[in-house]
């Protein structure tokens, strides 16, 4: 198990660009692949990026593609969701999970998340 605190969401008008980080606990950090989730009010929560336990493999959304990033570092356990020109639409609650071994999509095969942070993008 890994324990995942989100942080750097606000508010932001369109166009802008916010960092988000989470930060991860336990010696096991190199074992998990690492995703970034959303959720909008009213909606289900969706995928936004993951990236492999090695760094070396990223998937993202279509909605993202082009305007978000997904890093880690595996020295100081942290992943990294750079977004730039961002839209009201990105307007969510983001999470941060964790999974063991491969690298997934799906909500459902994550087993660890964050407590989740802002992204407010205004108009």
């Known amino acids: 198990q890994v324990q995942l605190v989100e942080s750097g969401g606000g508010l932001v008008q369109a166009g802008g660009s916010l960092r988000l980080s989470c930060k991860a606990s336990?010696?096991?950090?190199?074992?998990?692949?690492m995703g970034w989730f959303r959720q909008a009010p009213g909606k289900e929560r969706e995928f936004v990026a993951a990236?492999?336990?090695?760094?070396?493999?990223?998937l993202y959304a279509d909605s993202v593609k082009g305007r978000f990033t997904i890093s880690r570092d595996n020295v100081q356990n942290t992943v990294i969701l750079q977004m730039n020109s961002l839209k009201p639409e990105d307007t969510a609650v983001y999470y941060c999970?964790?999974?063991?071994?491969?690298?997934?999509?799906?909500?459902?095969?994550?087993?660890?998340w964050g407590p989740g942070t802002q992204v407010t993008v205004s108009s």
């Open positions: 990236i492999r336990s090695s760094g070396l493999m990223t």
């Open positions: 999970a964790a999974k063991r071994l491969s690298i997934s999509l799906d909500t459902d095969r994550y087993d660890d």
């Open positions: 336990g010696r096991t950090f190199t074992t998990y692949a």
